[in-house]
C-alpha cells in the first residue's frame, strides 16, 4: 500500500470508510440534534481536507442538515501516496461509495453534493455518473476549467510532453496569497499542517487535465438542479468554466451567482464573501428539500 500505511493513519479507531481498493478514507460528520432533513456530501479540493469545511458544516447542521465528508485519497489523514491517484474516477467512485452508506443509514432522505475547485469537479462527474440520485448540487469555484494564467499553454503542453518521462516532477505549488483576500485565511492555510503544501505532480495535473475534458463533454447532458458560485478574479480555476456550465446545461433548475471582486476560495475569502456564501448554500438546499 503506497503511501500512509494503515498503521500510520491518526487515531486508528477514529471513523473512516475503506475504498474498493483497501485504504482507509477518514471520514467526518457533522449531525443535527434532531432528526435531519436532509444528507449533504462535502466534497474538498485539491491539496486541502474535509476539516477545512467544519464552519460551513456548521451552518448546514443549524439548518437540520446531516453533513458529511471524507479525506480523499493520498489527501488529510487518508491512505494513499500524497496528491497521488491512479485514476480520477477513484474519487469519484469513492464518493458514491460512501454517500450509499450514510443513505442507507437515511433512507428516502434527499442527498445534495457540495465542492469546492477538484472537489467541484468530483461533484459534477459523481451526479453524471448518477444523475436520479441527488436532489441538487452546489458548486463553489468548480474546476471546469483551468485559468490560463496558472495553467498556462506552455503547462499545458509540457504537462502532456512529460507525463509519460516525468510524471512525478513537480509542476509548481499553488500560490495561496490568490486563492483568498483575507490574509488570515491565507495564513490559517499556509499553517494547516494537514493540507500538502508541496506542488502539483505532472501527473496529477493531468489527471485534473482530464477530469475537465471529461465534464466539458458531460455539460450538455446535466439536467440536475445545481447552485454554482464563482469569483470574478479567481486565478485558479476560470469563472468562464462555471459561465459555460451555466449556459449549456440543461437544467431548468440553475443558479450562477458571481462573486466580483473574490478570489479562488469564496467560503474563505473576506468575510463579508464567505458568509454571503455559507447563506446562499444554506437557502438554495433548504429550499430544495421535498416538503
Ligand atoms: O482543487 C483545487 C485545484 C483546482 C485546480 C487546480 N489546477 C491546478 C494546477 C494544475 C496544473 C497547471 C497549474 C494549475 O491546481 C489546482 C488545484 N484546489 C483546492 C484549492 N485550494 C487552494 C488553497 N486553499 C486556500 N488557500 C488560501 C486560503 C484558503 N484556502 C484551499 C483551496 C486549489
Redesign the pocket.
Known sequence: MSGRGADDVPNPDQQHIVNADGQRLFCRYWKPDGPPRALVFVA?????HSG?YSRLAQTLMERALLVFAHDHVGHGNSEGERMSVVDFQIFIRDTLQHVDVVRGQHPGLPVFLLG????GAISILTACEQPDAFTGVVLISP?VQ?NPE??TPF??VL?KLLNHMLPKLC??A?E?KW??R?QR??D???QDEL?HHGG?SVSF?MK??LATQRIEKAIPTIAWPFLLLHGDVDK??DIGGSQMMFENAKSTDKKLKVYEGAY??LH?DLPETADSVLEEVGTWIVERIPA
Open positions: 474538498h479540493g485539491a491539496g486541502e477545512r469546492h475547485s477538484m472537489g474546476m483551468f496558472s495553467a503547462k499545458v504537462a509542476l509548481g499553488i495561496s486563492i483568498s483575507d485565511e491565507v490559517d492555510y499556509d493540507n502539483l495535473s485534473l487535465l485558479l480555476c479562488h476560495a474563505r
